[in-house]
């Protein structure tokens, strides 16, 4: 599917956020980590949660979508060996939160059908963790697909890098309540995306698990003998999908949006309201609620962007048109999404005309607020997150960007397009 973007003037109104993509499934993973009946209100239907209800039925949870709630009676801590090889599709962090349950299992092979993609994504620092657990794995250098051969795990200390992924962490984390023995996880050489591993241990606290954690999140301590306990969860709304959004409407001067359904929760892309804030947009957040009224004209900022991963790409469309020099530092994990988050959109950037560079660890961009011709069509790498950044600048380009592989944009927000045409974008689908 191809989408035009065509130049717009203003966003104007009013939305209810999307479900949160990261909530959603980990409120259904623990959903199914409970013997007994949950019920997960307000899920996002986006691709990863899906693939995860695909991985779980398989795995032997019984799962009913009614409507607006999911109702879930799980597996305890006794997944059903798969008919066959578990298939996460595109989401990394699917597979990774099921390798850390299917260690479980005696056997388990997962598999994708998204070679170029989650094919590439390195999986090594989790299986090594495993290892440690005694889990023995079959994996082309720590990529799909990998075969595991787990069961019996006994407890004790186990290291983890979080150099690349905190997903990896998170894995370990839901894992060690089911293995029945005291759990110490240690995370070295750092650990990227914390904001993530405090939505995990905010998730399975709900679920009636005790994890001790230490301030930096480089120590946990899970005791022994613990189930997670069947419940009610409710899915606050998605800040980094509220990120594009909003960014969209910032870049458009006279833009008036407002977001309903957004918390003051764990989500680091919340960070996306301080940071219009310091490149001059009007934003003030409510209890549920963010409203953004657009500036004349952005100015520059600088950064950390491992503070806020999902919303990265965002922030750089807005700075794409603001005033200066914008800098996003500390971000070199976004090479190890769905695309190489810093080389592929810079290389589509750059077609655009924008003056971007994108380096090992950071995207250093100089604004332009006259906008850019555009006319052209660039490439999505197949990639949500860019997907956003390019409609973005679309919206301020004067003959428009026309986006290709744009239907990837299901992976975390499939009604992006349409919500933002109700805004006033211009916006064609092909």
Do not use: W
């Amino acid at each position: 599917m191809q989408v035009r973007v065509r130049y717009t003037k203003e966003l104007k109104g009013t939305l209810s956020a999307p479900p949160s993509k990261n909530y959603t499934t980990r409120y259904i993973l623990v959903a199914c980590l409970a013997e007994g009946e949950s019920v997960v209100h307000n899920p996002s239907r986006n691709d990863d949660a899906l693939a995860l209800i695909e991985c779980c039925k398989e795995l032997g949870a019984q799962i009913t979508d009614e409507g607006n709630r999911i109702r879930i009676r799980g597996f305890g801590n006794a997944p059903r060996m798969p008919r066959k090889p578990l298939n996460p599709h595109n989401a990394g962090a699917v597979l990774r939160f099921l390798l850390g349950i299917g260690a479980l299992l005696p056997v388990v092979t997962f598999v994708t059908d998204y070679p170029d993609s989650l094919g590439k994504r390195p999986n090594q620092p989790l299986l090594d963790a495993l290892a440690q657990l005694g889990v023995r794995a079959e994996s082309d250098n720590g990529r799909l697909p990998i075969t595991l051969y787990g069961g019996n795990l006994p407890g004790g200390l186990v290291r983890v890098s979080g150099s690349i992924s905190s997903q990896f962490v998170s894995s370990l984390l839901f894992l060690a309540p089911l293995i029945g023995e005291d759990i110490l996880i240690e995370v070295t050489d750092g650990l990227k995306s914390k904001p993530a591993v405090r939505q995990t241990i905010e998730v399975m606290r709900k679920a009636g698990i005790d994890v001790t954690a230490r301030s930096d999140l480089l120590h946990f301590f899970i005791p022994g003998g613990q189930s997670y306990k069947p419940g009610e969860f409710f899915v606050n709304g998605d800040y980094p999908g509220a990120a594009a959004v909003l960014s969209a409407a910032a870049v458009c001067p006279g833009s008036e949006v407002t977001i309903k359904g957004l918390y003051q929760d764990e989500q680091g892309e919340r960070a996306i309201v301080e940071v219009l804030k310091q490149m001059g947009a009007e934003v003030e957040q409510g209890n549920d609620y963010v409203r953004l009224t657009s500036p004349a004209q952005l100015n520059s900022v600088e950064f950390d962007g491992d503070k806020a991963t999902d919303a990265v790409l965002a922030m750089l469309g807005a700075a794409s048109f603001a005033r200066g020099r914008s800098r996003f530092y500390n971000v070199e994990n976004l090479r190890y999404k769905e695309c190489n988050r810093i080389d592929d959109p810079v290389s589509e950037l750059k077609k655009i005309g924008v003056n971007v560079e994108g380096l090992k660890n950071e995207i250093i961009v100089q604004g332009n607020p006259d906008g850019y011709t555009g006319g052209i069509t660039v490439h999505s790498y197949n990639d949500h997150r860019v997907i956003m950044l390019l409609t973005i600048l679309g919206l301020r380009c004067r003959d428009g960007l026309t986006i290709d592989n744009a239907e990837h944009i299901s992976k975390s927000y499939p009604n992006f397009f349409s919500d933002i045409q109700r805004l006033g974008a211009k916006i064609e689908i092909i």
